[in-house]
């Protein structure tokens, strides 16, 4: 497996994690932000099944170790996350689909899971470090 440097496939995984996270982060703000707009509909990101699913090989199983990984690292850098609108579904009657508790559940779902990419990001860090300690 081919690596950018000192980084491997993990850091690079993490990385993108920190950048859709903020993304998602971004969306959540905006649907907070539109809570009272009449007609605004909810801004969804959704990555997080996609990026299992690609890192996992979960349509490819390599079977030998020979084998190419199913998601190689030049795709980790181009995956997007999907974003899509939610219409109203609500008996309001004023066209707006934000709930400020769903949205409330998500930022806080979203800062949780930043926060554990973060500290495995600093674990990942802390080994090289050691590792460059040791050699010197």
């Not at 496939?9 to 905006?30: A, F, G, H, N, P």
Request: hydrophobic share 35%; no cysteine; glycine share 4%.
């Amino acid at each position: 497996m081919q690596t950018k440097g000192i980084f491997d496939r993990t850091i690079q995984i993490l990385d993108k994690v920190l950048e859709l996270r903020s993304q998602k982060l971004q969306s959540i703000s905006s649907n907070i932000a539109n809570a009272e707009t009449p007609g605004y509909a909810r801004l969804r990101m959704d990555f997080e099944d996609q990026l299992r699913e690609a890192v996992n090989g979960t349509s490819q199983a390599v079977t030998q170790p020979g084998h190419m990984p199913a998601f190689p690292e030049q795709q980790i850098e181009s995956f997007q996350a999907n974003f899509y609108r939610e219409k109203d579904q609500s008996a309001i009657g004023d066209g707006n689909s934000v709930s400020m508790e769903q949205e409330m559940v998500d930022l806080s779902v979203n800062q949780i899971r930043y926060e554990a990419a973060i500290l495995s990001l600093n674990k990942k860090f802390s080994m090289l470090k050691y590792v460059i300690q040791e050699k010197i």
